[in-house]
């Protein structure tokens, strides 16, 4: 295992991701796809919708709710740490998933940052489904909610790009090379016992 790396599963032979780090993994992608396509469909709505203030509502509240998550996913990474790569990956393949990772992580801080500003710049806090309110910290420069507006738009296109990217270095592994990488990122009955080691 190589430094700064940790075994999740605290068994130095069982290089997964345990079931947590995969339960963000999956849960987080499917927020994230859904508010894409809620994004994607809203922007287009007239006044005269009855979606008109509801899909706002839901893809903001919706979207706290990932800030949320990728909090405790952040906070569980550097806890938990991740595997070590897989034996048979060669190091640019190494540094390119690491790379992509990282870029993934930064891609979404960037997209919900820019949503609460977009949100907020109006002086209104963000009402989480009336279960409670993120405060807002109003105007914080000119012309905020255009150009929060604009970068949250490419940070999402550019998101779905990466994640494209990301699934098919996942789906090429799986299919082509029949290596662990997809296996490791799915839960495990019993993570004391895999035999997922490569
Ligand atoms: C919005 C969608 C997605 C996002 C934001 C996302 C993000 C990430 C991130 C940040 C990691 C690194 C985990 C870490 O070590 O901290 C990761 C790992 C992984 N993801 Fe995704 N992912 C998405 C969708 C997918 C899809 C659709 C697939 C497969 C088809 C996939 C397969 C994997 C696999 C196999 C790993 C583990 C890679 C390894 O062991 O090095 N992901 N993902």
Redesign the pocket.
Known sequence: MQSGQQDLTSKPNDNR?NNT?VSL?WL??VV??GLFALGFWMVDLTYYSSWYKTAPYWHKSVGIILAMLLIS?LFW?FKAG??A??ASHSATTIKM?TAV?FL??LM?LAIVLTGYLISTADGRGIDVFSWFEVPGLGELFSGQADIAGALHKWFAYG?MGL?AL??LG??K?HVIDKDA??K??WWSKNQENSKENP
């Open positions: 991701y780090s993994h987080m992608a994230v796809f996913r990474r991740k595997p790569p897989i998933a990772h993934l992580y979404l998101l994640v990301h699934a996942a789906i592994h990488t997809l490791r990122m």
